[in-house]
């Protein structure tokens, strides 16, 4: 068995402290380079579509410019459903919703993930596994596309992103 000297407070401390982080960047009021800083810098992180990130720098690869436009970009929250953390292997395992921003109604549209956090001590984490449905996500984006475009709130990026991505979605101008 692997025993760790972590207590469960300093392992819930840093769990919150990651939460809090994430929810932060969504919500644009800090850096998502923020929380890389809360990896080592060997982190193996296993995203379900984007496979095997190594690094940090590994992770900013494919975070940037997944986070910086559609759909990604309005991804604005991860509320918490619940929280188990393991003492003895320092792995806390997370269920979250991935929140979209307000299509203009006040609507809320996000889809659940799961991450599994192992903890390398000093607040960081040295590994990461996110598990989602990917159809549950994509029929997220659609219906949030969708409403969107029904309230007339969809800017000229989006229906470009639709255009492309989910022509069927995207009616003539």
């Excluded at 929380?35 to 992770?59: F, N, P, S």
């Excluded at 390398?120 to 990917?134: K, L, P, S």
Aim: hydrophobic share 35%.
């Amino acid at each position: 068995m692997n025993e760790n000297s972590w207590s469960r407070d300093e392992l819930e401390s840093a769990f919150q402290n990651w939460l809090t982080t994430v929810n932060q960047a969504g919500a644009g009021e800090r850096s998502w380079r923020d929380y890389l800083e809360l990896y080592t810098d060997d982190v193996v992180y296993h995203e379900q579509m984007a496979g095997t990130l190594k690094g940090r720098e590994g992770i900013w690869a494919w975070a940037e410019p997944s986070l910086a436009q559609f759909p990604g970009s309005h991804t604005v929250a991860f509320h918490e459903h619940w929280h188990v953390i393991d003492e003895v292997a320092g792995k806390i395992v997370v269920k979250c919703d991935n929140v979209m921003s307000d299509p203009g109604d006040g609507t809320t549209y996000s889809a659940p993930h799961v991450s599994i956090l192992t903890y390398a001590g000093d607040g960081r984490f040295r590994g990461q596994e996110d598990v989602y449905d990917v159809t549950t996500f994509l029929d997220v984006i659609k219906a949030w596309g969708r409403h969107a475009m029904k309230l007339g709130t969809f800017d000229a990026t989006q229906r470009g992103w639709f255009e492309q991505v989910y022509p069927e979605t995207v009616e003539s101008a």
